[in-house]
């Protein structure tokens, strides 16, 4: 590197010049080296007219050339300067260095990271799920591995021939919240039909964790048919035309009873907890809306859901009661609205589905696609459906 010797410096000699920058970085006062070797310059200027100094025993990491030493290091900090550099590349010894060597070591080290992590991902898919190729037609299909493969297709759309986005991304949620969509999406994979891709998006996995964990709403999906674009739509001219195979009559009362449930406990908890109230207990929820949907739709179920809720707020006020109390009130007044309305053969009115829990995949797959029914699902009670 060329240092440039400042014109305020000329009338000294080598000899000279190298005792000041001597003296300077070895921490003498400025106002002393300004006036001893009669410099045209303030002493807080002397920091830019001294040559650098050359490290000779320090060698660049970047390309092996001796390091110089441009400041002092308490006047290199109050000026964000670098104190010690590269005497031939643009190196920086401390901070973050911008030069051709340093980019590419962090291109290089990133690229290893990628790759790295790819490699581990990868490790972990094959340990935990088998991706082997399965030969299946519609008809093979139980239906709610029909229906499930079907709303993971709309939620996620192909990402390739053989692969599905993740379900996450999607406007419309796969299926109510709760524990309907994991148990959906297990029973495909247990059966061989889908596994998460390899290559799937980086946060589909929480690679902190020992093992690591994927998660079901962010991974893309591997579809295992060996013609995975050819069975969809197979699977969808079989619902639109076709004979549904007698397995699936079989098999639709189990599963359109457990997405009504599920809507039912989503739509509880929301208005139970838009109260300051508390979920209701797994069990009791479970067995109460059971009981309703022998009987009522959907929609009336949510009419009898929505009152309950708004009776429990009444029921805390009057009594004083604790908010748990209230929630196994609300158990007890929709049972109680039920009977009374099946004693008196009253008609319960329709509710409607809340804005912030919209209809999911399932059901317009279930509904729209299989039965061809649309939201006569939410409607008509479960015995009337097809
Ligand atoms: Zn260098
Ligand atoms: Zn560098």
Redesign the pocket.
């Known amino acids: 590197m060329k240092f440039v010797i400042d014109p305020r410096l000329a009338h000294l000699g080598e000899a000279d010049l190298a005792v000041l920058a001597e003296r300077y970085f070895a921490g003498d006062r400025a106002g002393d080296l300004v006036q001893e070797f009669r410099l045209q310059c303030s002493p807080n200027q002397l920091y830019r007219l001294v040559p650098p100094r050359l490290l000779a025993d320090h060698r660049?990491?970047?390309c092996g050339a001796p390091l110089i030493q441009m400041r002092r290091v308490g006047v290199a900090l109050s000026h964000g300067m670098d104190a010690i550099r590269?005497s031939a590349?643009?190196?920086?010894v401390k901070g973050a260095?911008?030069?051709?060597?340093?980019?590419a070591?962090k291109r290089q080290q990133a690229h290893a990271e990628v790759t790295r992590e790819h490699k581990a991902r990868e490790a972990y898919c094959k340990g935990q799920w088998s991706y082997g190729e399965v030969q299946c037609n519609p008809e093979d299909l139980s239906v709610d591995n029909a229906v499930a493969l079907l709303a993971l297709v709309r939620c996620g759309g192909w990402v390739s021939d053989t692969v599905i986005g993740r379900i996450d991304a999607s406007g419309i949620p796969f299926a109510p919240e709760g524990l309907i969509g994991g148990h959906l999406v297990a029973a495909l994979i247990s059966s061989g039909l889908i596994a998460p891709a390899l290559d799937s998006p980086i946060d589909a996995f929480e690679t902190t964790r020992t093992p690591m964990q994927a998660f079901m709403d962010r991974v893309h999906w591997r579809i295992l048919a060996v013609s995975p674009m050819l069975l969809v739509q197979r699977l969808e001219e079989l619902c639109q035309f076709g004979e549904w195979p007698a397995a699936w009559y079989n098999g639709l009362p189990e599963l359109q009873l457990a997405l009504a449930v599920a809507e039912c406990r989503e739509f509880a908890d929301l208005c139970l907890t838009e109260r300051g109230l508390p979920a209701a207990g797994h069990l009791a929820a479970e067995a109460l809306f059971k009981n309703l949907l022998t009987d009522f739709s959907v929609s009336q179920c949510f009419r009898i859901i929505w009152s309950g809720a708004m009776a429990s707020i009444d029921f805390i006020a009057r009594t004083n009661s604790s908010r748990r109390h209230g929630t196994n009130y609300f158990i007890g007044a929709c049972q109680r609205w039920a009977d009374r309305a099946r004693a008196e053969g009253r008609t319960i009115k329709s509710g409607f589905r809340n804005g912030r829990r919209p209809r999911s995949q399932l059901s317009y797959v279930l509904y729209d696609v299989f039965l061809g029914v649309g939201e006569m699902g939410f409607s008509e009670p479960l015995r009337a459906s097809p």
């Open positions: 660049c990491e970047a590269c590349c643009h190196h920086r260095c911008r030069c051709d060597a340093c980019q070591k």
